[in-house]
């Protein structure tokens, strides 16, 4: 066999070793298990995820980190600019499994986030895991359900623009003093009946993040228009003025 032959069939040789260990390896398990698919937190609040990977036996794991991978784009946290101070993210190749925190949420930190991985496999040199955490942040607000007239019943609602991922348990303050004895159901404060006394200005936050609270809504609660009562004490006004006519 000539020289030029030999390098052909060596070439051909390696080519498909190569492809019998791509199509291996695209036989094993590539996989990212996240430990929720969406989070819904509080501005201001922190936040926190993980993940999970599993790689076909032989890779080395070179390095894993969390990332934004969108329209094509991928941003590294915490290396870019709008993470710095806010973002800890930690990975143990030994149990394969990665967390991220950020702190002070803000809009602009509602992403999907992915566990990205990197190898020293001449192939197979990163690897991202698809379908990562998608990541909601809401603010607080109060509505007011009901005719605010003394004695209907009045309900403060404390709402969310998506469900929190804490079940978390409300707190409620008015004029800016904690209420305590008023009751409450949920996201809910109950004034059953509302009095005048009830008007003021209401605000709710989620206990452990008192200083996130809600804006304040002013409550003003209107006399009851008992017309019934005046009819009755015109006609027996009348009544008597007719009698000593």
Known sequence: MTSAGAARSSMVTYATINLLMIQGLLGERWD????????????????WMSCH??????????DAFWCECEDGKTRLLPQDADYQSRVHAACTLRTNRC???ITRLSQSDAHEYNCRITTSHVFFQSWTGNEGIVLSVTDLSVELVGAAT?????????????????SPTYSWKKNGEPLEKEPTKNNEL????????????YSCAVKGHEDLSSAEVELSVRCKNNTSSLAHYMNHFYFLKNQYL
């Open 32 to 47: 990212v298990k996240y430990s929720t698919r969406s989070i819904c937190a509080l501005r201001g609040a922190p936040v």
């Open 53 to 62: 990977y599993t790689l076909p036996s032989g890779f080395a794991v070179r």
């Open 190 to 201: 109950l004034l059953h009946p509302v009095s005048r006394e009830d008007g003021g200005r």
């Open 99 to 101: 967390t991220l925190n």
């Open 150 to 166: 003394e004695g209907n019943d009045v309900r403060l609602v404390c709402k969310t623009s998506c469900n929190l991922s804490s």
